[in-house]
């Protein structure tokens, strides 16, 4: 019976990281998409994703860091994009769904490492807006 539990509670956790991922809300847009910038409260991460032309969903992060200033990046990084899994997020971070790294949405840490590829957004008070160019060239990623 114990035994059992630790197993069942090992899955579960399992899947939390690895498994099953954030819920990612799809948006649309010709040349940009955006979002009410007060659907991003500070600390908070939210994940998006957009389909291009060709019918790929290129996924992204947009949030808050604790400045209160909006961060973008995209849900995957060199390192770890190859298993296609992404980021979760846990208490202001980004947690890498292969390697486990954590970092917070707006780290720049070195090139090669599984630190979050920038994806540059605009605050426009009322509206966050990133253009859909920037999706479709990292659009390999995914």
């Given at each position: 019976?114990?035994a059992?539990?630790?197993?069942?509670t090992?899955?579960?956790?399992?899947?939390?990281?690895?498994?099953?991922?954030?819920?990612?809300?799809?948006?649309a847009g010709?040349?940009?998409v955006?979002?009410?910038s007060g659907?991003l409260?500070?600390?908070?991460?939210?994940f998006f994703?957009?389909?291009?032309?060709?019918?790929?969903q290129?996924?992204?992060?947009?949030g808050?860091?604790?400045?209160?200033k909006v961060?973008?990046?995209?849900?995957?990084?060199?390192?770890?994009?190859q298993?296609?899994?992404?980021?979760?997020?846990?208490?202001?971070?980004l947690?890498?769904?292969i390697?486990?790294?954590?970092?917070?949405?707006?780290?720049?840490?070195?090139?090669?490492?599984?630190?979050?590829?920038?994806?540059?957004?605009?605050?426009?008070?009322k509206?966050?807006?990133?253009?859909?160019r920037?999706?479709?060239?990292?659009?390999?990623?995914?």
């Amino acid at each position: 019976m114990i035994a059992s539990a630790v197993v069942l509670t090992a899955v579960t956790m399992t899947l939390a990281v690895v498994g099953v991922g954030p819920r990612v809300t799809p948006l649309a847009g010709r040349d940009s998409v955006s979002i009410p910038s007060g659907e991003l409260g500070r600390g908070e991460i939210r994940f998006f994703s957009y389909r291009d032309d060709g019918g790929k969903q290129i996924r992204f992060i947009l949030g808050r860091d604790r400045t209160g200033k909006v961060q973008g990046a995209f849900d995957a990084c060199q390192q770890c994009s190859q298993y296609r899994k992404g980021y979760t997020s846990s208490r202001g971070y980004l947690v890498c769904r292969i390697c486990g790294n954590r970092y917070p949405l707006d780290s720049r840490a070195g090139v090669g490492s599984c630190a979050p590829i920038r994806l540059i957004v605009q605050d426009r008070g009322k509206t966050v807006t990133l253009e859909t160019r920037q999706l479709k060239e990292h659009g390999a990623l995914f």
